[in-house]
């Protein structure tokens, strides 16, 4: 039988259980996807678990955090995408190697399209909160098609080296890095085409939290995505929309990458039109 499973801490919230196994059903495929829940205090536990995808013990891994990064020292190889990411998110063993995969980036890439807004069609200028492990994907999804990121975090020193790594991939984009109190000059002098929130502000318990300070218009014209998508409509988005912008959670892009690892383990494409009418026939709600 098939299993998969997600690799991180905390993931009891996680819903990609839910999305794999309709995904191994509309397959019609025997399988199944666990949780293997590893405390930061245990990362030791990280070599075993790869191990057992070496020895067909595990079909195919998720990564989430905080071990996007610990875990690629145990692989034989990366994805070119996961490579330039500096991340990985999916793991599989094939051709007598595990490999590193990073599907996030091309999963946000797929749910803003979702969002009508293609990334490709027309290079722009994007606001991005945060520059950890989530921000990664984002950062290379822009700069691989040629836009211009402005990115606001808490930390700037603590963030160049993020910002290093990716100018250093030759990647047709640009970006820049500010503190957050330089949002509204930035605001002033740029036409934005899209705000990212990549940080956990918004996430339930923690609703009343968000990455836009009240005080600050937002750009007209612009779409707001923010990856939490518990709650459904985070403050942040709650600001767009009565400030009259479009504005979506991150559960499309959940359920983009999940199907692009399913398909990386199984090779079995899922429609996603078929998920999404399969999805609403079940008791599951974003």
Same mark, same amino acid.
Request: with cysteine; proline share 6%; glycine share 8%.
């Given at each position: 039988?098939?299993?998969? &499973?997600? *690799? ?5 919230? +996680? ?10 059903? @509309?397959?019609?495929?025997? &399988? ?35 071990? #996007? ?13 996961? !490579? =330039? ?8 063993? #094939? ?6 995969? $990073?599907?996030?980036?091309? &999963? ?5 399209? %979702? ?29 691989? =098609? ?29 970006? !820049?890095?500010?503190? @957050? ?8 002098? =740029? ?19 968000? +990455?836009?300070? +009240? =005080? ?13 998508? %518990?709650?459904?409509?985070? *403050?942040?988005? #709650? ?9 979506? %959670? ?16 199984? %090779?079995?494409?899922? $429609? ?15």
């Amino acid at each position: 039988m098939i299993k998969f &499973g997600l *690799l991180g801490w905390p993931i009891t919230h +996680s819903r990609s259980p839910q999305i794999h196994s309709l995904a191994l059903k @509309l397959a019609g495929l025997q &399988g199944a996807y666990e949780l293997f829940p590893i405390e930061p205090e245990r990362k030791a536990e990280l070599a075993a678990m790869i191990k057992k995808v070496r020895e067909g013990q595990i079909t195919g891994l998720n990564v989430t955090i905080p071990y #996007k990064q610990e875990v690629m020292p145990f692989l034989d190889a990366l994805s070119p995408n996961a !490579k =330039n990411i500096g991340a990985v998110n999916t793991i599989t063993f #094939k051709n007598g190697k595990v490999t590193g995969h $990073n599907t996030d980036a091309p &999963g946000f890439e797929a749910d803003l399209a %979702n969002n009508g807004l293609e990334l490709s069609y027309k290079p722009g200028e994007a606001v991005v909160f945060g520059a950890g492990g989530a921000a990664r994907a984002v950062f290379y999804a822009f700069l691989n =098609n040629g836009w211009q990121i402005h990115a606001f975090v808490r930390n700037v020193e603590k963030s160049k080296q993020v910002v290093a790594d990716l100018r250093g991939k030759g990647l047709p984009g640009g970006m !820049k890095l500010y503190g @957050l109190a330089d949002l509204s000059h930035t605001l002033k002098r =740029n036409k934005i085409d899209v705000i990212v929130d990549t940080t956990p502000l918004g996430m339930a318990p923690h609703i009343d939290s968000s +990455s836009w300070p +009240s =005080n600050v218009k937002f750009p007209v014209n612009c779409l707001v995505y923010d990856l939490v998508y %518990n709650p459904e409509n985070t *403050l942040l988005m #709650k600001q767009a929309t009565a400030a009259g912008l479009r504005a979506s %959670n991150g559960w499309g892009m959940l359920v983009e990458q999940a199907l692009l690892s399913f398909e990386i383990w199984t %090779n079995v494409k899922i $429609n996603r039109a078929d998920f999404n009418a399969a999805w609403q026939q079940t008791t599951h709600t974003p």
